[in-house]
């Protein structure tokens, strides 16, 4: 088996092969560091809330002030949070000409917050929310919930401008990934395990078309080219620190 720093180099060189041909593909995971922890597995936001009673777009309707109690300590969580070394490495591998794109199905705005400026966001942003009845949309933290749920001026209910599970995917955002995938020469996956539709199936739909993965996971999750296992916040700036050395010997 290739040891780590063969595959970090030999992953390098494919993404510095051909400048903006990378997108990456994000999960849960590359935000666990920076202090939000992952809605699956062990402590995860699902352990502590039933997503049935909790997540889907009907429980909202039907009780939205219990739904807003949950939204509220996670929305505290996301007001704190930062961005984190690997957020921090994607933006760098931006600014460095080779990341196009960063498709993310994760609600917290980190990777606008270290500097990309081209994300598409699979399920929302958190950090944002929309009125039902006029659909005035503004930046939550301009809420004060001490009533829940949270009202616009119009009277209106306010929810949070995320999927909920039952509400379809962004057609903009859904068409633009696979947009992306289609034409890119290397998907970086980073942070998810690829199993939850439709964003599981971005990174095949990019293989099909002639591309690479390459993996950055605590353990492999895909048939990957290149699989990096370990913490993503130690790896993803070893592997852009490659890109910059081989671009800059070049």
Not at 59 to 66: S, Y
Not at 173 to 185: G, K
Not at 192 to 218: C, D, H, L, M, Y
Request: proline share 8%; net charge neutral.
């Amino acid at each position: 088996m290739k040891d780590v720093q063969a595959v970090l180099r030999a992953a390098a060189a494919e993404i510095a092969a051909v400048p903006k041909q990378t997108i990456a593909v994000t999960g849960a995971g590359i935000s666990v560091p920076s202090g939000i922890p992952a809605f699956r597995g062990i402590g995860g936001l699902w352990e502590k809330y039933d997503p049935e009673e909790y997540a889907t777009i009907d429980a909202f309707h039907a009780n939205p002030g219990k739904v807003w109690r949950m939204i509220r300590e996670f929305k505290e969580v996301i007001e704190r949070a930062r961005p984190n070394p690997a957020h921090l490495a994607l933006a760098r591998l931006e600014q460095l000409g080779y990341l196009r794109t960063v498709i993310t199905q994760n609600v917290d705005g980190l990777h606008q917050a270290a500097g990309n400026t081209d994300v598409i966001e699979f399920h929302g942003n958190n950090r944002w929310v929309l009125c039902l009845r006029c659909g005035a949309r503004f930046p939550g933290a301009e809420l004060v919930l001490e009533t829940l749920p949270p009202r616009c001026t119009c009277g209106g209910v306010l929810k949070p401008d995320v999927v909920f599970f039952g509400e379809p995917i962004p057609p903009e955002a859904l068409s633009r990934s696979y947009a992306e995938a289609t034409r890119c020469r290397v998907v970086l996956v980073v942070g998810t395990s690829a199993q939850v539709q439709p964003a599981a199936s971005i990174p095949f739909v990019a293989r099909s078309a002639g591309a690479r993965i390459v993996e950055v996971n605590p353990e492999r999750c895909l048939p990957s080219d290149y699989c990096l296992t370990g913490p993503a916040e130690e790896l993803l700036p070893a592997l852009v620190s490659e890109v910059e050395r081989l671009a800059g010997s070049r």
